[in-house]
T-cell receptor, first 114, second 114 residues
Framework: GESVGLHLPTLSVQEGDNSIINCAYSNSASDYFIWYKQESGKGPQFIIDIRSNMDKRQGQRVTVLLNKTVKHLSLQIAATQPGDSAVYFCAEIPPVLQGGKLIFGQGTELSVKP | ETGVTQTPRHLVMGMTNKKSLKCEQHLGHNAMYWYKQSAKKPLELMFVYSLEERVENNSVPSRFSPECPNSSHLFLHLHTLQPEDSALYLC?????????????FGPGTRLTVL
C-alpha cells in the first residue's frame, strides 16, 4: 500500500534556529498535503496545507515546500521557539477514487533547546 | 480550545469490561471521525460519520462499536478488548467528509487494556 514516511524520527534544534522537517510520500497521485502539530497530551493541530499545483506555501513562521518530482514534502519553521516542541505529522490525501482520506506519516519529534 | 472535547481523558479497563468513549464537537460540523494512535505508528482512521450516518468503517474489529446519535456527539463503545487495543483514541470533526475539509481533533482518550 501507499505510505507516508519521515526521514528523521527526532530533531533537536537550538532556540532561534530554523527547523526543517522532511516527509516522503509514495502516491504520486496525491493532490493535497497537510502538516499537523501534536503537543504532549493534545490532539493533532492543523498547521498548514498545500495543494499539488503549488510548490511552496507560507504561513506565520512556517513554510511548506512540495517537490513532486521526488515526492518530497518539507516543513520549515523559522526562529524555532520552545513552544514549537512537539511531534509533527505530514499527511497526504490520495484522489477520491483511491480513497480520498487522510493518510498520516509516523511523525517527527521536534525538541527545542533553550 | 479546539471545540472538540473527549471524555474520559484516561481509561483503564480489563478485557471483560464494557466502556464507552465520548466525543462532542461545538463547531457546527456535520462529519465526525474516530482515529487510533498507537506508539510508533501512524494515525489510523477507524470510522467516519456524516450527518449521523456511518460512511466508512476501516476494517475495525467488532469489539469497537461506534454510535453517532446527532451531529454533535460521537461515541465509541468498547467490549472484550485486547491488550493490543491500548492506544490513544482521537476524535475529530470536519465540515465535510472529504479530507480537503480541515479536521479538528480532540485531546484524545488514553486507553489501557489490562
Amino acid at each position: 500500500g501507499e505510505s507516508v514516511g519521515l526521514h528523521l524520527p527526532t530533531l533537536s534544534v537550538q532556540e532561534g534556529d530554523n527547523s526543517i522537517i522532511n516527509c516522503a510520500y509514495s502516491n504520486s497521485a496525491s493532490d493535497y498535503f497537510i502538516w499537523y502539530k501534536q503537543e504532549s497530551g493534545k490532539g493533532p493541530q492543523f498547521i498548514i496545507d498545500i495543494r499539488s499545483n503549488m510548490d511552496k506555501r507560507q504561513g506565520q513562521r512556517v513554510t511548506v515546500l512540495l517537490n513532486k518530482t521526488v515526492k518530497h514534502l518539507s516543513l520549515q519553521i523559522a526562529a524555532t521557539q520552545p513552544g514549537d516542541s512537539a511531534v509533527y505529522f505530514c499527511a497526504e490525501i490520495p484522489p477520491v477514487l483511491q480513497g480520498g482520506k487522510l493518510i498520516f506519516g509516523q511523525g517527527t519529534e521536534l525538541s527545542v533547546k533553550p | 480550545e479546539t471545540g472538540v472535547t473527549q471524555t474520559p481523558r484516561h481509561l483503564v479497563m480489563g478485557m471483560t469490561n464494557k466502556k464507552s468513549l465520548k466525543c462532542e464537537q461545538h463547531l457546527g460540523h456535520n462529519a465526525m471521525y474516530w482515529y487510533k494512535q498507537s506508539a510508533k505508528k501512524p494515525l489510523e482512521l477507524m470510522f467516519v460519520y456524516s450527518l449521523e450516518e456511518r460512511v466508512e468503517n476501516n476494517s475495525v474489529p467488532s469489539r469497537f462499536s461506534p454510535e453517532c446519535p446527532n451531529s454533535s456527539h460521537l461515541f465509541l463503545h468498547l467490549h472484550t478488548l485486547q491488550p493490543e487495543d491500548s492506544a490513544l483514541y482521537l476524535c475529530a470533526s470536519g465540515a465535510g467528509t472529504t479530507s480537503y475539509n480541515e479536521q479538528f481533533f480532540g485531546p484524545g482518550t488514553r486507553l489501557t487494556v489490562l
